[in-house]
Nanobody, 124 residues
Framework: QVQLVESGGGLVQAGGSLRLSCAAS????????MGWFRQAPGKEREFVAAINWSGSSSADSVKGRFTISRDNAKNTLYLQMDNLKAEDTAVYYCAGRSASELRVAVVAGSYDYWGQGTQVTVSS
């Protein structure tokens, strides 16, 4: 059984930083894509950042502020979030994809496994 467990969310002031972690178990995602999505109240789930064996991609709204990385030895995905803004407030979800391909998947429907989410709240 594949499980993705997020941690690291919390309450932070605008301009602050948080580091999210996503620990995977049940299978390895060494070459396959893993990503972060978020969903704010009343809004649809949106792409934040993703990474696979060929590289990474991030949403324009977080470029220069958020950094995605992974530790394959620990089967863990990270999201370093700096210079947080109030509009970053959302539940952040970790996702994993079974297939491995050249292009980094940025659509939620492309992912097969999801974590339960972790709340990030940025106060202004």
């Amino acid at each position: 059984q594949v499980q993705l467990v997020e941690s690291g969310g919390g309450l932070v002031q605008a301009g602050g930083s948080l580091r999210l972690s996503c620990a995977a178990s049940g299978r390895t995602f060494r070459n396959a894509a893993m990503g972060w999505f978020r969903q704010a109240p009343g809004k649809e789930r949106e792409f934040v950042a993703a990474i696979n064996w060929s590289g990474s991609s991030s949403a324009d709204s977080v470029k220069g502020r958020f950094t995605i990385s992974r530790d394959n030895a620990k089967n863990t995905l990270y999201l370093q979030m700096d210079n947080l803004k109030a509009e970053d407030t959302a539940v952040y979800y970790c996702a994993g994809r079974s297939a491995s391909e050249l292009r980094v998947a940025v659509v939620a429907g492309s992912y097969d496994y999801w974590g339960q989410g972790t709340q990030v709240t940025v106060s202004s």
